[in-house]
């Protein structure tokens, strides 16, 4: 059996089309870089598995109009692992697909193409 997992890198970063306030215009979201938290018992090939991924998305986009005022110029997204059956130290891990999202669409996707981890 083989599972394909996260490593470093792995992650990308997918700025989102919502506007932060009620009246802004949009599109304007940037990603900043994904920051990651190893696991600390499992590696595939000498690498740590990764068992989070988080980004600060900024708004970058035009001012509000006159009257309006934004709920955020920052979102930060955090993608935790999903997998139930297989934990390093406790901590689930992240596979390919797992992703997450925030209410502006800003999104963090395992996007793993190679990485495989084998047991049996």
Same mark, same amino acid.
């Given at each position: 059996m083989s599972i394909t997992v996260?490593?470093?890198?792995?992650?990308q970063a997918t700025p989102g089309?919502?506007?932060?306030?009620?009246?802004?215009?949009?599109?304007?979201?940037?990603?900043?870089p994904?920051?990651?938290?190893?696991?600390?018992k499992i590696k595939v090939d000498g690498t740590w598995i990764i068992t989070k991924a988080e980004c600060?998305?900024?708004?970058?986009?035009a001012p509000p109009p006159p009257g309006c005022s934004p709920t955020s110029t920052t @979102?930060?997204?955090t993608l935790n692992g999903t997998s139930?059956?297989?934990?390093?130290?406790?901590?689930?891990?992240?596979?390919?697909n797992d992703f997450a999202q925030d @209410?502006?669409?800003?999104?963090?996707?395992?996007?793993?193409?190679?990485?495989k981890l084998k047991s049996g």
């Open positions: 996260a490593l470093d890198g792995d992650v089309s919502i506007p932060p306030g009620n009246c802004t215009p949009a599109p304007g979201w940037t990603a900043g994904v920051i990651y938290t190893d696991g600390v600060t998305f900024t708004w970058t986009g @979102s930060k997204v139930t059956k297989l934990l390093d130290n406790g901590k689930a891990i992240i596979r390919n @209410s502006y669409l800003n999104t963090l996707t395992a996007v793993v193409t190679q990485t």
